[in-house]
């Protein structure tokens, strides 16, 4: 059985950074898809990267692009979300998120099988 565990969330100022990593307890990790999400009160949950099972492929939605990095260190069974130049459009929850098939960067919610718990990002001006 997969487990994700977010950490790193926070809050930051207008403009500063913030590293976001997900934990992956299940067996074989660097087989899995794996994303992240955010949603923010009143709104939808937002995809916002993806990448493959080995790094060759990533995927940002267009409201961070430029801004945040995805990653992944398949050895250490862990996922990364590096934010930088943060807007308060940014606070939200974050949930890190992990499938097997199919086997594409997907930002669709609905593709995902596992979900992470979320960690709290608030961005102040």
């Known amino acids: 059985q997969v487990q994700l565990v977010e950490s790193g969330g926070g809050s930051v100022q207008v403009g500063g950074s913030l590293r976001l990593s997900c934990a992956h307890s299940?067996?074989?990790?660097?087989?899995?898809?794996m994303a992240w999400f955010r949603q923010a009160p009143g709104k939808e949950r937002e995809g916002l990267a993806a990448?493959?099972?080995?790094?060759?492929?990533?995927n940002y939605s267009d409201s961070v692009r430029g801004r945040v990095t995805i990653s992944r260190d398949n050895y250490l069974g862990t996922l990364y979300l590096q934010m930088n130049s943060l807007k308060p459009e940014d606070t939200a929850v974050y949930y890190c998120?992990?499938?097997?098939?199919?086997?594409?960067?997907?930002?669709?919610?609905?593709?995902?099988?596992?979900w992470g718990q979320g960690t709290q990002v608030t961005v102040s001006s």
């Open positions: 299940g067996d074989l990790y660097s087989r899995y898809y």
């Open positions: 990448i493959s099972p080995g790094s060759t492929k990533t």
């Open positions: 998120a992990a499938r097997l098939r199919p086997a594409s960067v997907s930002l669709r919610t609905s593709d995902y099988t596992y």
